[in-house]
């Protein structure tokens, strides 16, 4: 009975683990392939707010979205 229990509790715990890693992957995956943020996006946003980005700004500001990628 208790052997029982334990490895439903060793099962659920292991499920999660390999669960949570296989979705990690997934996603990490989805993002590189689909960036939530591309360069025309960059550029309209700094438009909107008033300033005519130059090619080296919109460059730092992708390579500091991908860091955090």
Do not use: C
């Not at 208790?2 to 995956?29: E, P, Q």
């Not at 909107?48 to 700004?57: A, E, H, L, N, V």
């Amino acid at each position: 009975m208790l052997h029982d229990i334990l490895l439903v509790v060793v099962g659920v715990i292991v499920g999660f683990i390999i669960g949570f890693f296989v979705a990690r992957f997934v996603m990490k995956k989805y993002l590189k392939k689909n960036p939530p943020i591309n360069e025309e996006m960059i550029k309209t946003l700094m438009m909107q707010m008033g300033r005519k980005p130059s090619q080296k700004q919109i460059n730092q500001m992708m390579k500091s979205m991908e860091k955090y990628m």
